[in-house]
């Protein structure tokens, strides 16, 4: 532990968890991430394994924390680039636990990578691969029929991977001796919840500029207006705000109005009402 030692006694690798406060607190956090982006580089993680190892144990502690605090309820542990804690004897473990008993708890886990080869590389991913009963394989043009007969992918399946287009939305779903490939519809009603699952600069700026609009951070208020916000933003085809805005407002005392958070209810309305609006400014206007 002397690596990781503070408090006079700097050790090499003390910045790894030397936050000034620790405002983890089990009893009250329901939810617990971390952008692990610089650690999960290939070059860091085969210079210092022993930061990722700890940095990982630590997420794994403070998981295993949080879920006894509150016993029998869900917990969704989600794990991605899993070839990282697959490098470790300890990780390693804590995932084959969650898959051997997490179900009693309550506890459900996801795992993935874009590499499947890098998790194969790892030295207990035989072990976990195994006891996984849902694996779900997106397109891969580049995969290697070796590698992936390694996860139980072979003949028509692994064609499958390989012959689906890389922007198809199209998957491989496996589970026992049944296996499926299904596509991900993105069109007609999702779209309108895509800005949640997907962000991006534009919908990131309209979520902060309704947060603010509406004096609020809780997402219980601003969530739904920052819906109704991007499809007005979108079906005006701009992005100031000093015409979206505006729009946004009547939109959303008209979806209120309708009592409904279905978009192809209050959408066609509020266009309709929206257009009728312009012509009768326009026509105010010119006369």
């Known amino acids: 532990m002397v690596p990781f030692a503070g408090e006079g006694r700097e050790g090499q690798y003390a910045w790894?968890?030397?936050s000034p406060i620790n405002q983890f607190n089990a009893?009250?956090?329901r939810r617990l991430a971390f952008d692990c982006t610089q650690l999960l580089k290939n070059d860091y993680a085969e210079k210092h394994p022993e930061v990722m190892e700890a940095f990982l144990n630590t997420l794994f502690y403070m998981k295993r924390e949080?879920?006894?605090?509150r016993p029998g309820n869900l917990l969704l542990n989600v794990v991605a680039?899993?070839?990282a804690p697959l490098s470790f004897k300890s990780t390693a473990d804590a995932i084959k636990e969650v898959l051997q008993?997490?179900?009693m708890r309550g506890e459900i886990l996801i795992m993935d990578t874009q590499y499947p080869e890098q998790a194969l590389a790892t030295p207990y991913a035989a072990a976990v691969i195994q006891q996984v009963t849902t694996p779900i394989w997106l397109p891969n043009k580049k995969a290697q029929a070796e590698s992936y007969a390694k996860f139980g992918v072979t003949g028509k399946v692994f064609e499958a991977v390989r012959d689906m287009g890389p922007l198809s939305r199209e998957m491989v779903v496996q589970q026992g001796h049944q296996t499926v490939k299904l596509k991900m519809e993105l069109d007609g009603p999702l779209k309108y919840w895509l800005p949640l699952l997907s962000a991006t600069q534009k919908n990131l700026a309209v979520a902060?500029?309704?947060?603010?609009?509406?004096?609020?951070?809780d997402p219980m208020v601003w969530v739904d207006a920052f819906l109704v916000a991007e499809a007005v933003r979108q079906w005006l085809n701009t992005d100031d705000p000093a015409v979206w805005l505006p729009a946004f407002?009547?939109?959303?005392?008209?979806?209120?109005?309708?009592?409904?958070?279905?978009a192809q209810r209050w959408m066609p309305a509020f266009q309709k009402a929206w257009k009728a609006l312009q012509?009768?400014?326009e026509i105010e206007v010119s006369s």
């Open 16 to 18: 790894v968890l030397d």
């Open 27 to 29: 009893q009250t956090y």
């Open 66 to 69: 949080m879920h006894e605090a």
């Open 81 to 83: 680039e899993y070839w």
């Open 101 to 103: 008993s997490g179900r």
């Open 208 to 217: 902060e500029r309704i947060r603010q609009h509406l004096g609020t951070t």
């Open 249 to 262: 407002d009547y939109a959303e005392g008209l979806r209120q109005s309708m009592k409904t958070r279905d």
């Open 279 to 281: 012509e009768q400014n």
